[in-house]
């Protein structure tokens, strides 16, 4: 069963080579976070590596997001799977604060290895199915984001709280928030083994903060001097 999200706008056509953002292990020790009362309300310095931990992706280091909407396109036979991926891709959009769309596409895959390698975009990628759950992505010459997949394998010792748990973080991470971060506890990104599948109100703000004054492939230094400019404002 497929369906597709009308919800994207026209991204730049050049690509460059798709990085696999990696898999979250069931077995990967929590990270240690603060209280989850701390105050982040200001850029102090664990505000500013909160952020630079979570959006500062690749090799390189810098940042990567879509200049518009994506439209979401899921590949999945279980309904009540299908319907959350809905709900946690119009959470993440509307926290981004964008809204026109256009041609960028995030696809979604839940099913077995048999069905990941009929996929357009698998064959057209060339891509693999290695482990059980992962998010690749593309970028434009000017490192803002053109196309995601993100699929997980059907497997029985996956509970339906675990597939929810990795496809919220790689939906996220299909955003251009590929890391974790265990600076404030009350945040999604805390830690790996946090089974959060919602945004905090620190979260909506890191998105929106992000997507309304970072932009494209700017590193460490340049996210350091827009928090000063804009967090809190």
Known sequence: MKTTLLTAFVL??????????GKRPADTPPSPAIAPNADHSLPTPQVDKFVRNIVLCGRQAKTTRWLALPR????????????????????????????????????????SGRDFLKLEVVRRRKLTMMGKN????WQNKDQSLKEAFVFVKDAP??????????LFHDLLASFGFMKNSPQF???????????????????????????RHVPPNAQSSDITKLLKLHWGK
């Open 12 to 21: 730049h056509t050049a690509l460059v080579q798709a990085q696999d953002i």
């Open 72 to 111: 979401l396109e899921i590949t999945s036979e279980s309904p009540t799977l299908k319907a959350f991926v809905e709900t946690s891709f119009a959470s993440i959009s509307q926290a981004t604060g964008l809204t026109t769309t256009g041609d960028g596409v995030v696809h979604v895959f839940i099913g």
């Open 134 to 137: 992962a998010c690749h992505y």
């Open 157 to 166: 010792d996956l509970t339906e709280e675990y597939r929810q748990h990795v």
């Open 185 to 211: 506890a009350d945040s999604t990104f805390g830690t790996n083994q946090a089974f959060d599948i919602q945004l905090s109100s620190l979260d909506v703000k890191l998105i929106s903060f992000c997507y």
